[in-house]
C-alpha cells in the first residue's frame, strides 16, 4: 500500500496532523503571538466563516461523487462504498468541526489564549487536509467520470461502422418490382 492510498483510506492521519500541530501552537502560542485580543477574534472569525466556505464546497463534491452516472464512479462506490463513506464522514464532520471550534475559541481567549491558539490551529490544519481529501476525491470523480465517456461501450455499434445491408436489399427488391 502506497503512502498516498494510507493516508486516502486512515482519515486518523488528518487528525493526529491536527492534534499535534494544535498542542504545539498552544504551548508556543504565548511566545509566538503578540498581537491584540481584537485582531486574534478577527482571524479566528476568518477561519470559521473559511471553514463554512470549504464545507459548502465539499458538499458539492459529494453530492457529485455519489450522483455520477458515470459506469466507472458506480464501481468505485460499490467496492470502496465503506472507504467512500468514511471518507465524506471524516470531510464533513471535520469542515464542521473547524468552523465551530474558533467560535468556542474566542470564549478563551481572554483567560486562556494558549487554547484559544491551539484550537485555532488545529482549525486550520483539519479544514486544510479536508479541503486536500475533498480534492483528491473530486478529482478522482472527474477522472472517472472523462474515462467512461471516452471508454467505448462494447455492446452499442458506433454509428460510423454501421453498413446499410437493409438498404442494399429493399433496392433490389424494388428494381425487381420495376421490371
Known sequence: MSLRDFIATNTSFDQSISI???IAAGVAGNVVFSGSVESAVAIL???SALSGLVLA?????CTMTYSSPSKYMKIVRSQFSTVLQRNWFAILGSCLIAALL???AILFIHEASEVAIGLGTYSVIILV???LRAMYWLKTTLFMDLQSDLTPNPYIVQPSTVTSHS???E???RSRVAA
Open 102 to 104: 474558533p467560535l468556542l
Open 129 to 131: 487536509c479536508s479541503f
Open 45 to 47: 472569525q476568518g477561519i
Open 171 to 173: 433496392d433490389h427488391t
Open 20 to 22: 499535534i500541530t494544535g
Open 57 to 61: 464546497a465539499a458538499t458539492f463534491v
Open 167 to 169: 438498404n442494399n436489399a
